[in-house]
């Protein structure tokens, strides 16, 4: 069995040496694994540092710093510090945390084996290596499909039709398996000292799981090995009792990257997913089998002037949250929060975190929609960390309630008329929308305020066709607009350009008269598809009536 993205358990714990795979964490908290040739450049050399720590003065940590311009001249500007497991590019002060997995040999990783899924641009970009390991394992023993929830993302692959869907929109990428060169094989990292796991360097590098604490605890119920993370009949009992090690693994916080340690934001070459806000690895929980599963961290800070402007109102995030729901006289004795991992019964995780004189640690309240239950102390906390705009977003089903809107920098919107019809499209002309959006500075509802961001490629065209359905998109996206949720401020999956203008997960077409990217037409479900993103964001019809 391939060894679990969450066990705290050190090589020596493997029954073999097992194969070591260096990953760095983007600015949206997702892990991103170098390449095999380049992490066995890194393993070399951090054994070649920590062979020569111990010959020096015996104890821990190991002090040095790794070139990767060594291993790929792409990668000349960065340094990685191995006592403090920080990424560190020279040119910008750009700091990442880097960390240290170990996996079987008989894994994916050991095996060299890589799933990737394809972006917009056709591109092909890795999925984290505990992900890897997980969809190698479910395609050895033929399951059709799979859920990516417990490891934090919204989404299903099916291997069958080698695409990742989207659970809330629906969109469907390419996924594919490719086959590099093995991992290399990890060695020892020092001996064990006694007594729990922590957060000495050690314990980081033994897991790279982060430390752990004793105080939280999860239910084991939403486990890729439990019957609800295999679908299909091509599931076996077998394959199912041999996943308990696969845990729900590295969350995305909610705080975007705001408390990430960085002057500035560049990527690394490596390359990013199209996930939801993240930020800085989550402390974990201890089950009852001692194997750790994440508990969502939430920066708490205090909002501005800005930011408690956009809300509208002045409403007090207790206010905001208390609108939404019920508050429950007894909590649901055997359902988890799942924003701090908690049981319902039990106090709120962020007890210590959240300051709100007025509500208990142990409050639970019910969402007045989709009546999924949490603690207020954990949805206040989730909408502080926000955008504090009045609205609020079921973390378990991505309900909204209120008024959703973004961060999308100022410009204008422009729309036309043109005499010519889209490919799939001959029976109506189309229309031409034209986004304009300029360079300028950050504000505090972005990843970093006050630091300039650029806005590459604009005037952005994009086209509709001009019949009843293409016009309704034309209204939904002429309100999306004005709630500042087409586009956002982030690091491009393109060109990896931190800091600048990108698209927010509503897909436009950009081709008029051919589709060579998949950014343009025929494509017959289209319309369909970004009514469905939308309606995702909050944006459907009956907003056009209100």
Known sequence: MAAGPGNSAGPSALPDPGVAVWEWQDELGWWRPYRSSVCSFIEQSFQTLLMKGRRLSGTWPVSGSISLGQADASLAPYIIDIQSLTQF?????????????????DSAAGQGVVWEWQNDEGGWFPYEMNVCVYLEQAFTFNCPQVDLGPFGYNYTVDFVAQTQNNKTTGYQRKIR?????????????????????????????????????????????????????????????????????????????????????????????????PAAVGGPSPSHAVT???????????????????????????SSPEEVVKKYLEELKVPPADEDCIICMEKLAAASGYSDVCDCKGVKPESVGRLSKCNHAFHLLCLIAMYTSGNKDGSLQCPSCKAIYGEKTGTQPSGRMEVSKLPDSLPGHEDCSSILIAYHISKGIQGPEHPNPGVPYTARGFPRYCYLPDNPKG???????????????????????????????VWNEIHHKTEMNSNTTGHGYPDPNYLDNVLAELAAQGITEDCLSS
Not at 89 to 103: E, K, L, S
Not at 474 to 498: D, M, P, Q, Y
Request: proline share 8%; aromatic share 4%.
């Open 89 to 105: 590019r020279q040119d910008t002060g750009t700091m990442r945390a880097v960390r240290r997995h170990v996996f079987q040999m």
């Open 177 to 273: 398996r490719r086959v590099d060169s093995p991992y290399p094989v990890a060695m020892t990292t020092g001996p064990a000292h006694a007594g729990p796991t922590c957060s000495c360097q050690q314990c980081l590098l033994n897991s790279g799981s982060g430390p752990i604490t004793t105080r939280y605890r999860h239910s084991m119920v939403n486990l890729p090995g439990s019957s609800s993370g295999m679908q299909g009949a091509g599931r076996t009992a077998g394959f199912g009792s041999s996943l308990p090690g696969f845990l729900p693994y590295n969350k995305p916080t909610m705080t975007g990257a705001r408390s990430m340690p960085r002057l500035n934001t560049h990527s690394t070459g490596a390359t990013l997913q």
């Open 471 to 501: 016009r309704k998109v034309l209204e939904l996206l002429r309100l999306a607009w004005k709630r500042r949720l087409i586009f956002t401020v982030g690091t491009s999956s393109t060109t990896g350009e931190s800091n600048t203008v």
């Open 288 to 314: 009852p089998k001692g194997v750790s599963v994440p508990k969502l961290p939430v920066s708490m800070t205090r909002p501005s002037k800005v930011s408690q402007a956009l809300a509208g109102a002045s």
